[in-house]
């Protein structure tokens, strides 16, 4: 279901699923302006902070026709891309309807996929193709609801002999008992055409946000200012390769009101990375808390899921002990 997740935050709360290289190429090097109002003022009373997103339509499942093929297909993205299929090239399935959410309690619904016929059929009884040849399970969905749950409503599902495929509708009307050669196998299951649901936002989840083009981290439970284009660059690790070509998929392009829980200080532009040549420690100059307050990066799990820029780590021996009397903790991830 984690592909599910990202995929679903990227189509439904992102304006555009991640920023260009040309986007951080073109940012003033030396600093952005600070977000007015941005500071450490939680939205929700909990023991630990969080950061998350709330999804209006989670676990949805869309349809999609081609003409070429004159088959259905179903899919928990809204992306042709991710359609399956077993032969290279288009298969011009264009996007048909939306089918409701499965974000329920209920049977757990799965996505089948025919390699021999192309066939996609939605279940909550796998044993279906129990002994049958060519399929696979293609997707993990979700959940189907109640049939009296308030709000749900079922899918009724139809096969057509002639093109091997499965068609599905929340709407009875539109096939009835089975018309044009297709014919009605009964109600698949029950979903419902909203289920707001929160989702927490991982540690380590870059943002710029779609109006001043601030660039954001959620650092330790909390959504944290980046002071400047520069410091980003420079602590977080944003580039690959011999060419250097900047790693712009991982910055989410966002609406930022739209992200909501913990407020943190920002991170200051003079933040800096150590690294204790005598103990091989790693240490996080996070300037924001006490304007000198060393962090230390206990483990290579941290360092990656935060994504800190080995490249400028600073050499040095002593750190955290010597004259500058600076008081370390251990950087955390944050879990529900």
Avoid at 32 to 50: H, K, M, Y
Avoid at 54 to 76: C, E, M, R, V
Avoid at 169 to 187: I, N, P, Q
Avoid at 277 to 304: C, M, W
Wanted: hydrophobic residues 30%; aromatic residues 14%.
């Amino acid at each position: 279901m984690r592909k599910n997740y990202f995929i679903g935050l990227c189509s439904i709360l992102l304006a555009s699923c991640s920023t260009s290289n040309d986007d951080l190429q073109n940012f003033d090097a030396k600093s952005i302006p600070l977000a007015q109002g941005f500071q450490n003022t939680p939205t929700i009373q909990e023991p630990l902070p969080r950061v998350y997103a709330i999804i209006q339509t989670p676990n949805a499942i869309y349809g999609f026709y081609s003409d070429h093929t004159n088959k259905h297909l179903y899919s928990p993205y809204k992306r042709t891309d991710m359609l399956p299929h077993t032969q290279p090239g288009a298969y011009y399935y264009e996007f048909d309807r939306f089918l409701g959410c499965a974000a329920g309690t209920g049977p757990e619904i799965t996505g089948w996929f025919n390699e021999n016929t192309e066939d996609y059929v939605l279940t909550t009884n796998p044993a279906e193709f129990n002994g049958q040849s060519g399929w696979r399970k293609n997707d993990n969905i979700g959940n189907s609801f109640n049939a009296n749950e308030p709000g749900s409503y079922p899918v009724y599902r139809y096969f057509r002999n002639s093109t091997k495929s499965h068609f599905y509708t929340r709407d009875k009307d539109e096939l009835g008992d089975g018309k044009y050669g297709f014919e009605y196998e009964g109600v698949a299951f029950y979903l419902k055409e909203s289920a707001p649901k929160d989702y927490r936002i991982h540690d380590g989840t870059f943002y710029q946000d779609n109006n001043t083009q601030n660039l954001y981290i959620v650092y330790e439970g909390q959504l944290r200012l980046i002071e400047t284009i520069d410091a980003a660059k420079r602590i977080f690790n944003f580039e690959v390769g011999r060419g250097g070509s900047t790693k712009a998929h991982l910055i989410n392009k966002v609406d930022i009101s739209n992200v909501l829980g913990t407020r943190g200080p920002a991170i200051s532009a003079n933040s800096v990375l150590y690294e204790d040549v005598d103990t091989g420690i790693r240490y996080f100059d996070d300037r924001a808390y006490n304007r000198g307050n060393l962090r230390k990066i206990q483990s290579e799990l941290v360092f990656k899921v935060y994504n800190f820029n080995e490249k400028s780590l600073i050499k040095t021996r002593g750190v955290g002990g010597g004259p500058r009397g600076l008081q370390t903790s251990e950087i955390i991830i944050t879990k529900d």
